[in-house]
Antibody, heavy 123, light 107 residues
Framework: EVQLVESGGGLVQPGGSLRLSCAAS????????MDWVRQAPGKGLEWVGR??????????EYAASVKGRFTISRDDSKSSLYLQMNSLKTEDTAVYYC??????????????WGQGTPVTVSS | DIQLTQSPSFLSPSVGDRVTITCRAS??????LAWYQQKPGKAPKLLIY???TLQSGVPSRFSGSGSGTEFTLTISSLQPEDFATYYCQQVRSYPITFGQGTRLEIK
């Protein structure tokens, strides 16, 4: 059974940093692209970024709203995904989900999601 | 960025109704579109990918169609467990974007 379990969320002051983790199990983690998606309170879904697999050089993509402040990384030996968030702003307040990408018809869709971890940026 | 516009934003159907949700893309995305269902306090769940392919385990009353810039999600006979918010998503190009959501509430 595929499981994605996020951790590391909490309350942080504006300008602060936080590192989120996502522990994966039930699939060959190293084979898959992984993504982060967030959802502000009462709002819709916003894609944060992606890290590709080793075969694709562990390269990353980011939303413009987080580029230069957030860094996505992975440790295939631990089947874990990370989101390092720096220079946090109040508008980064959201539930953060990790998602496993599924390759189909030359594109990647999110077939499994974690339960989410809440991040609140406030003074 | 590719903008996705869902309509309607809110719907209040009855159990047994046929429901159609539309997603329009600001530029052509071929069939690089997915639909997700989200219930309050839960993570989204993949329903349809590649515009019309039903994800494993998803009931056959859900179906998707479309290509290019206009897509639809249809629920053929609404069940009580289908009251949720539905999002479309494009994966044609970065940044990956979602529609604003369509909320189904019990009439």
């Amino acid at each position: 059974e595929v499981q994605l379990v996020e951790s590391g969320g909490g309350l942080v002051q504006p300008g602060g940093s936080l590192r989120l983790s996502c522990a994966a199990s039930g699939f060959t983690f190293s084979d898959h692209y992984m993504d982060w998606v967030r959802q502000a309170p009462g709002k819709g879904l916003e894609w944060v970024g992606r890290v590709r697999n080793k075969a694709n050089g562990y390269t990353t993509e980011y939303a413009a709203s987080v580029k230069g402040r957030f860094t996505i990384s992975r440790d295939d030996s631990k089947s874990s995904l990370y989101l390092q968030m720096n220079s946090l702003k109040t508008e980064d307040t959201a539930v953060y989900y990790c998602a496993k990408s599924y390759y189909a018809t030359t594109a990647y869709f999110f077939d499994y999601w974690g339960q989410g971890t809440p991040v609140t940026v406030s003074s | 960025d590719i903008q996705l516009t869902q309509s309607p934003s809110f719907l209040s159907p009855s159990v047994g109704d046929r429901v159609t949700i539309t997603c329009r893309a600001s530029q052509g995305i071929n069939s690089y579109l997915a639909w997700y269902q989200q219930k309050p306090g839960k993570a989204p769940k993949l329903l349809i990918y590649a515009a019309s392919t039903l994800q494993s385990g998803v009931p056959s009353r859900f179906s998707g169609s479309g290509s290019g810039t206009e897509f639809t999600l249809t629920i053929s006979s609404l069940q009580p467990e289908d009251f949720a918010t539905y999002y479309c998503q494009q994966v044609r190009s970065y940044p990956i974007t979602f529609g604003q959501g369509t909320r189904l509430e019990i009439k």
